[in-house]
């Protein structure tokens, strides 16, 4: 005996999917449905983050700045923060001008080249991060604590699938 189950709740992008599908007949519903909810859950913790950050007197460049030292155990070179932030070496500079004024960084010459510099996050640059990364965390469960744990690691996988065919190298345009 088969069982019914109960349709799902609709959100706004099946709204979204319902107005375009008589202007593009051909449009894979699923397809458009998935990646407009990807946009909009990454806009949503976008501007969560940017809010969140507020009460701690932190921009998004200086929380992005942090979290990037953070990953790499507190310790980096400008040039690797540079590459982990995907942005010129001289505008992370700046960032870290503005970060070491506030205490949260510190620059010292280092030690094995006196051409290179290190940077390090100070004990209040630590715990600027941890208290700004916890709030952003809560949203992240808070969402993803809609589906169980095995539902978590499928859409893991399955995103991951997708990125690698979005990392996959450029091929020409046809």
């Known amino acids: 005996m088969q069982q019914d189950r109960p349709e799902p709740a609709r959100d706004r992008v099946d709204a979204h999917v319902d107005?375009?599908?008589?202007?593009?007949?051909?449009?894979?519903?699923?397809?458009?449905?998935?990646?407009?909810?990807?946009?909009?859950?990454?806009?949503?913790?976008?501007?969560?983050?940017?809010?969140?950050?507020v009460g701690f007197d932190l921009q998004k460049h200086e929380y992005d700045t942090l979290h990037a030292l953070a990953g790499r155990r507190g310790e980096a070179r400008p040039s690797e923060l540079a590459d982990d932030l995907a942005i010129a070496p001289a505008s992370v500079t700046g960032r870290l001008e503005t970060l070491e004024r506030r205490g949260l960084i510190v620059r010292t010459q280092s030690t094995a080249d006196r051409r290179r510099v290190d940077v390090e996050l100070t004990e209040a640059g630590w715990q600027a991060w941890r208290e700004a990364i916890g709030g952003v965390g809560r949203e992240e469960h808070r969402l993803l604590g809609a589906l169980t744990p095995q539902e978590r690691r499928q859409l893991s996988d399955l995103l991951r699938r997708v990125m690698l065919v979005a990392e996959e190298p450029d091929r020409p345009l046809k």
């Open 19 to 53: 107005r375009w599908l008589p202007v593009l007949p051909d449009l894979d519903r699923d397809i458009e449905g998935a990646v407009t909810r990807m946009q909009h859950l990454a806009k949503h913790l976008r501007r969560f983050r940017e809010h969140w950050l």
